[in-house]
């Protein structure tokens, strides 16, 4: 089975730097890589998808990366804020029958100091 | 529309006892998911549906655990004899993806947060 691996629990950063969060990955490559965002006591919020024939996506003051040969995923978030502040939860998605059956990793812990 | 909503958003019950939850997702959404959260943890597939049809089930969902989305709208989930490690967040999404499996962005509900006592 799938088994996704996102770095440390928690990352700390100083306000204005870029926040890195990598996704690595085990077994097969999915058709989808999506980025969410969790709050305490809420649900994940849909940030970014890339496929797996796309090897960057920007939105803002995001950007993500899929390297399938390294089975990889980095997740940037420049010019970071407090508000940047988050659980952030890597997914993977086989696409086609399975679309929208997510494997979800246990996600990152950023914490952007001011 | 305001999103995919869950109800209830906390429920506390004691072990042995049945509950039920509602999702009702994004309207025109034909795909609604159950996943079950804990804490420390990403969220964990249960089961799926297409419309009214139940695509999937994870071996997660023992046979206490049922879901129905009868009418390809709101979807419940029932547990039934509750027992301590059902204690979890259990979410619902809903995603507009087509008939070919391209997917578009999931959107979650705020979860119901359910603690067996």
């Known amino acids: 089975s799938q088994k996704i691996e996102q770095n440390s629990e928690a990352l700390n950063i100083q306000e204005g730097k870029t926040a890195t969060l990598t996704c690595n990955y085990t077994?097969?490559?999915?058709?989808?890589l999506q980025w969410y965002r969790q709050d305490p006591g809420r649900g994940p919020v849909f940030l970014l998808l890339?496929?797996?024939?796309?090897k960057e996506k920007r939105k803002e003051r995001l950007k993500v990366t899929f390297d399938t040969t390294l089975k990889q995923s980095l997740f940037h978030i420049t010019a970071s804020q407090p508000a940047d502040s988050a659980t952030y939860l890597c997914?993977?998605?086989?696409?086609?029958?399975?679309?929208?059956?997510?494997?979800f990793g246990d996600g990152t812990t950023l914490t952007v100091k001011p | 529309d305001t999103g995919v909503s869950q109800d209830p958003r906390h429920k506390i019950t004691k072990r042995g006892q049945n509950v039920t939850f509602r999702c009702d997702p994004i309207?025109?959404?034909?795909?609604l998911y159950w996943y079950r959260q804990t804490l420390g943890q990403g969220p964990e597939f249960l089961t799926y549906?297409?419309?009214?049809?139940?695509?999937?089930k994870s071996r997660l969902l023992s046979d206490r655990f049922s879901a129905e989305r009868p009418k390809g709208s709101f979807s419940t989930l029932e547990i039934q004899r509750t027992e301590q490690g059902d204690s979890a967040m259990y979410l619902c999404?809903?995603?507009?993806?087509?008939?070919?499996?391209?997917?578009?962005?999931?959107?979650f509900g705020q979860g119901t947060r359910l603690t067996v006592v």
């Open positions: 999404a809903s995603s507009l993806t087509s008939l070919e499996g391209e997917n578009t962005e999931a959107f």
């Open positions: 077994n097969y490559s999915p058709a989808y």
């Open positions: 890339i496929r797996e024939n796309e």
């Open positions: 997914a993977l998605d086989r696409g086609r029958a399975n679309a929208g059956k997510s494997t």
């Open positions: 309207s025109e959404h034909n795909r």
């Open positions: 549906f297409q419309n009214e049809a139940q695509l999937e």
